[in-house]
């Protein structure tokens, strides 16, 4: 072998040893969700921040995805972030409700008349103040709060235009006391049932009908055991990507700021294919599924939030009090303000 040849080979050997002893001294970071792995919006967001996050550290941080429930429901996987077993999590409203109450506050009825609108509170400052009090309250480190999608109901017994179809139903319910008293003051019945059970308690007859945006309809399985859908949008869900804090802070400043950006792209990822989902899953559930799909018109929406918003707006506030509800409300109306230039 020639020098040159020598030379060459040395550096090869010295740039493999480099690279293997880089990626062999990496970090893995453990992210779970109970979306399936799939082109879904909540699992689509999720591959961005973990392309994000090895990109930009050079593969110092992995990150090791476990959809669809593997480590177990929401408030398992919360529990763990919270005990640090688990360091990153995606869990919706609803169940960071049962550990940080205020988080009910996202529940009023018809809060938000669109997409937009809600995408500038989630970054407000309301937003910012409400994620400084969950690490107070609870230990657990909220990153970014991202679009879960404007909820509305399916069931298999009639369509639900008017608020009057809603009467004698069992709708399935996240296990939040707000979207209890939301289908109850519908005449209906709310049975609060985990998400990993949705599924066979329709199929079985436990429960009539359940609540979701279009892509959780069509991802979760729940349009394969449902007739009928009715876009009424009663609810906008946020989703919540949380963070053990104690592992957060033992990361070198560079790595969290790396982490905290990828938050960010991943909300704003969900909740851009979760707007487009609206049109695109619903066609899907149409045309695939056979479900009977009504888009609700304004004045629909009006006669439901007619009943529902009262009642549900004066059980948050005995909950969560009124200047929290207060604040909410004045920054909704400050973003719709800017947003219409009104």
């Not at 809060?111 to 609108?117: D, G, R």
């Not at 700021?257 to 609206?278: C, S």
Request: aromatic letters at 10%; proline letters at 5%; charged letters at 20%.
């Amino acid at each position: 072998m020639n020098m040159k040849s020598a030379i060459c080979a040395a550096a090869l050997a010295a740039a493999t040893f480099a690279f293997g002893a880089s990626h062999a001294d990496a970090t893995e970071i453990k992210f779970g969700i109970g979306i399936p792995e799939g082109d879904f919006p909540e699992y689509n967001a999720l591959v961005r921040f973990k392309e994000y996050v090895e990109f930009k550290t050079n593969g110092e941080l992995t990150v090791r995805l476990f959809p669809n429930n593997q480590l177990g429901g929401e408030r398992e996987m919360i529990e763990m972030v919270q005990q640090g077993s688990l360091e990153l999590s995606f869990p919706a409203d609803g169940a960071m409700s049962g550990f940080y109450a205020p988080m009910q506050v996202w529940s009023i009825p018809y809060l938000f008349e669109s997409a937009p609108v809600a995408w500038r509170v989630l970054e407000s400052e309301f937003a910012e103040n409400m994620k400084d009090d969950i690490l107070a309250q609870t230990g657990i480190r909220a990153l970014a709060f991202s679009q879960n999608g404007f909820r509305s109901f399916t069931n298999n017994i009639r369509p639900l235009i008017n608020p009057e179809d809603m009467s004698g139903l069992k709708i399935r319910t996240m296990e939040s006391p707000v979207y209890m008293e939301l289908v109850n003051s519908l005449g209906a019945t709310a049975v609060p049932i985990s998400g990993a059970e949705v599924v066979m308690a329709l199929r079985q007859g436990v429960v009539d009908g359940q609540e979701n945006p279009p892509a959780v309809v069509y991802g979760g399985g729940h349009g394969e055991v449902q007739k009928y859908y009715t876009l009424n949008e009663h609810t906008f869900g946020l989703h919540v990507i949380i963070a053990n804090d104690d592992w957060f802070n033992s990361l070198e400043p560079g790595h969290q700021q790396v982490i905290q950006d990828a938050a960010l792209l991943m909300a704003w990822t969900e909740n851009l294919q979760k707007t487009e989902g609206d049109w695109r899953f619903s066609r899907q559930l149409a045309d695939e599924l056979g479900m009977e799909i009504h888009v609700s018109t304004p004045e629909e929406k009006a006669a439901f939030k007619e009943i529902t918003q009262p009642a549900v707006l004066d059980f948050i506030r005995s909950n969560v009090g009124d200047d929290l509800v207060d604040e909410l409300i004045a920054t909704v109306d400050e973003a719709k303000a800017a947003l219409y230039r009104n």
